[in-house]
């Protein structure tokens, strides 16, 4: 994989693997005895490990020209492998914090296996870890087809995936040592933040570069949602993690936000990290592998147009809708509630459309379970941001916040949308681009599919009975004006649901390991017959693909 | 800035850019001439005949 790069190609790697190792060592230094020098370690390991890796290959003979007639697909075959291991790492993490909840020993009595340090570990493993590198697998796969262009150049991409995926380390690595900024989603610390920074340019760049080739003139609209994703991620992520760190040999840094402002801020950011991370991109991932897939063109390309310019309008106005009764004027939480129930409009109109796009090839759906993951993704989006607009009215979120509710609401578009629609994509992909007819085995497709259908069900219904049961425990008071319930007793009215939600949970990574052996067994069984519309030549309409008539 | 200033000018000018664009974007979207190149976009995907290779073998300059 590393041969393929050219002999310039080579030298720039180490150039950069250089730097990276020189920037570790500094980190080391001057960090010492904290966490900084511990992650300028890891970092310099990381450079070390590449320049061993490109050394290797140096002198091999380079590529020849033929591989500039074809599509550069070793980054997002790389980073589908990664997702997945990312998905098993995060899912297992998860599942174990929701067993902490019913037996809280399973701590073992250390600092970094508290609930407080593993729960932001499962998020960022399962978001960014798994979701990250999903959709910049899928993104790079999708835009050169769209585009009918090559990546620009062969080491941009590598250094957008294994900078990012060193981010994600950095990440996890810390919170087991107790390093956040104390921001929901955006916990890492400066350093770290400056990296992700400069990967998230970097792809930027990759895409308008490839984007300025392409062969068509009108953008194919899952590029438009892959840009959002990239562009507003960009945005957001610089402004909120604004932050002067106490010294260069210290991870701690001070926001340059405080209170009402700093909340704000934070809740800006995390609410349209939802948006255009966790929607928009897997908006561009389902706009082109759910057509393609079900081998029809998508039911609505305008209404495709608008949902994109809605979620793009209304999206980042929604954030004040986490701070309902703070101290947050009034007229800005009503401006959140307000935007957020119009956002159905757009999230509805997408829904929709995916789901028209099947109508008609149902029989296509009960046959092919990785189209079923797709379907199941449509339904899911177009439940949980239902769930969603009617949780942002200030009176639902009077019962609603705080509770399980929110957690269940979440784990509906987490597991519901973003993993069905990313394990769809996979599966959809592997064969393409290992150019192999099919997955190894479809019948453990199936398995992954109703396991997780099973846990996704399981979790959501016990955290919805289980927020609810809470909330309104919390607000119930009896004849003479106090509360009915102390706080332990509602905790113990949850226990129940917690064993349910944990044992979902487990259904879940269940699938997720089964995913993961699939795809390795499917890479590593070779001399299948190759896939027609993987193959390297001229579509001469081969036979047995009535999956990709048009307008069928 | 004064706060009511700011709040003034987000009430008044958001309001107004913001259905100014909605129309735009609708406008775009039903414009009869732009139907062609949607359709096509929409079954772009799909195409058979196209090779699962870039359009032009060409280097990037």
Avoid at chain 1, 272 to 301: C, D, E, H, K, Q
Avoid at chain 1, 428 to 456: I, N, Q
Avoid at chain 1, 458 to 478: C, D, E, H, K, P
Wanted: with cysteine; proline share 4%; hydrophobic share 50%.
């Amino acid at each position: 994989m590393i041969a393929q790069l050219t002999k310039s190609e080579r030298q720039l790697a180490l150039i950069i693997l250089l730097a990276f190792t020189i920037c570790g060592l500094a980190m080391a230094i001057a960090g010492r005895q904290d966490p900084l020098g511990v992650h300028g370690a890891i970092v310099m390991l990381a450079g070390i490990a590449g320049i061993f890796g490109v050394i290797y290959v140096y002198y091999e003979p380079e590529p020849d020209e033929g591989r500039l007639a074809l599509y550069y697909d070793d980054p997002t075959k790389v980073a589908i492998i990664l997702a997945m291991i990312w998905a098993v790492i995060g899912m297992f993490i998860g599942d174990w914090v929701a067993w902490q909840l019913v037996f809280p020993n399973l701590t073992f009595d250390a600092g970094w296996s508290s609930f407080g340090r593993i729960r932001p570990a499962h998020t960022s493993a399962v978001i960014f870890g798994f979701g990250g590198n999903g959709l910049i697998g899928t993104s790079l796969y999708v835009l050169q087809r769209t585009s009918r262009a090559r990546l620009p150049d062969q080491i941009s991409p590598w250094f957008v995936l294994l900078g990012y995926n060193l981010f994600c380390l950095l990440a996890a690595t810390g919170y087991f040592m107790g390093v956040t900024q104390s921001k929901e989603y955006a916990e890492p610390e400066w350093y770290a933040d400056l990296l992700l920074e400069i990967v998230w340019i970097v792809y930027f760049v990759i895409y308008m570069r490839t984007l300025a080739r392409r062969k068509e003139p009108h953008i194919y609209v899952a590029n438009w949602y892959y840009m959002a994703f990239i562009l507003v991620v960009a945005i957001l992520h610089t402004v909120n993690n604004l932050a002067m760190p106490v010294s260069f040999g210290h991870a701690k840094s001070y926001s340059a936000f405080s209170g009402v402002q700093d909340a704000m801020t934070q809740w800006w950011y995390g609410h349209n990290a939802v948006a255009f991370f966790l929607t928009s991109g897997f908006l561009g991932m389902m706009y082109y592998y759910l057509p393609v897939r079900a081998g029809r063109p998508i039911y609505s390309y305008r209404m495709s147009i608008i949902s994109f310019w809605g979620i793009t309008f209304m999206y980042m106005w929604v954030g004040s809708h986490h701070l309902h009764y703070t101290a947050l004027p009034q007229w800005v939480q009503t401006l959140g509630m307000t935007f957020s129930l119009m956002l159905l409009i757009p999230s509805w109109g997408s829904a929709g459309n995916a789901l028209l796009t099947l109508n008609g090839a149902w029989h296509k759906v009960r046959d092919d379970a990785t189209l079923r993951f797709m379907m199941v993704a449509a339904v899911f989006y177009g439940l949980t941001t239902f769930e969603g607009s009617f949780m942002a009215i200030r009176s639902v979120n009077s019962l609603s916040h705080y509770t399980d509710w929110t957690v269940g609401h979440v784990h509906a578009g987490a597991l519901g949308w973003v993993a069905m629609i990313t394990f769809g994509s996979i599966y959809a992909s592997v064969p393409w681009l290992w150019k192999r007819e099919r997955m190894y085995s479809p019948a453990l497709v199936e398995w992954h599919f109703w396991l997780a259908v099973a846990g996704l069900f399981t979790y959501v219904f016990a955290m919805w009975n289980s927020g609810i049961i809470q909330g309104l425990m919390w607000r119930t008071y009896n004849s003479s004006g106090t509360l009915s319930y102390s706080f332990i007793e509602t905790v113990i009215a949850m226990k129940p649901y917690y064993v349910a939600r944990a044992v979902g949970g487990f259904f879940f990574f269940a699938g997720a390991v089964i995913g993961l052996y699939n795809i390795v067994m499917t890479i590593r069984t070779a001399g299948q017959p190759a896939d027609e519309r993987a193959a390297d030549r001229p579509v001469a309409q081969p036979t047995g693909v009535p999956a990709l008539q048009p307008g069928e | 800035m004064e706060h009511e200033t700011t709040v003034w000018f987000a009430k008044s000018f958001g309001l107004f850019y913001l259905i100014a664009m909605s129309i735009g974007v609708v406008v775009y979207a039903y414009w009869p001439k732009n139907k062609t190149s949607f359709d096509s976009a929409a079954q772009s995907i799909l195409d058979p005949s196209v090779e699962d290779k870039p359009y032009e073998a060409k280097r990037w300059q």
